[in-house]
């Protein structure tokens, strides 16, 4: 017979869904969450499936966060300025200066963003016709000669003798050659 704990499962608590909106909120996983209200995966998705509005505070948690990191992400695209503070020595004393910094727009998080945002304008699609892997794929078929070579890659002439080995002993000083 199998021992039980005398630990018991903590019971659904009705703050757990304004504490689990504030988790997801700062990224949490489900299965942080759980373990911060001490039960199960199991048992938290049992909860989840049970309350409704655990269920609906989590989401609410998980689209304020992605909605946080759009913002940011947009912000960085675009460019912003903002306060900051430096501490700085002057005539012997450390003093606190505050300045406006600005960030110009960067490049890559404006592709991303306008990817996401205008996929069908922005989002690199690869090109069929000159794409790198179709390139590479063509390439790798015509060295293992399953595919013949265009018409303007007439082969090569190949010598009518074949070439002779040297028949003279390396030197002992000589690295090994590698053969195929």
């Known amino acids: 017979m199998p021992r039980r704990s ?7 608590s009705p703050l757990y869904p304004r504490m689990a909106r504030g988790m997801a909120r700062i990224g949490a996983e489900r299965e942080q969450i759980a373990e911060a209200f001490g039960v199960s995966v199991e048992t938290f998705q049992e909860w989840v499936k049970e309350h409704r509005e655990l269920a609906e505070a989590i989401a609410e948690g ?8 759009e913002k940011a992400l947009f912000k960085r695209a675009t460019g912003y300025s903002q306060l900051e503070e430096k501490a700085v020595i002057c005539k012997g004393e450390v003093i ?3 300045f406006m910094k600005h960030y110009p ?3 890559a998080a404006a592709k991303l963003w306008l990817a ?3 996929s069908d304008l922005w989002q690199e699609k690869p090109d069929p016709e000159h794409g790198v892997t179709t390139e590479l794929a063509d390439v790798m078929k015509r060295i293992r000669g399953q595919e013949p070579r265009a018409k303007s890659q007439e082969p090569r002439a190949k010598s009518q003798e074949p070439r002779a080995k040297s028949q003279e002993p390396r030197a002992k000083s000589q690295e090994p050659r590698a053969t195929r």
Do not use: F, L, Q, W
Not at 62 to 69: C, F, K, P, T
């Open 116 to 118: 996401n945002h205008e």
């Open 105 to 107: 727009p960067d490049v």
């Open 6 to 12: 005398n630990k018991a499962i903590p019971s659904y």
């Open 62 to 69: 998980e689209m304020d966060a992605r909605a946080a990191v």
């Open 96 to 98: 606190v200066v505050t």
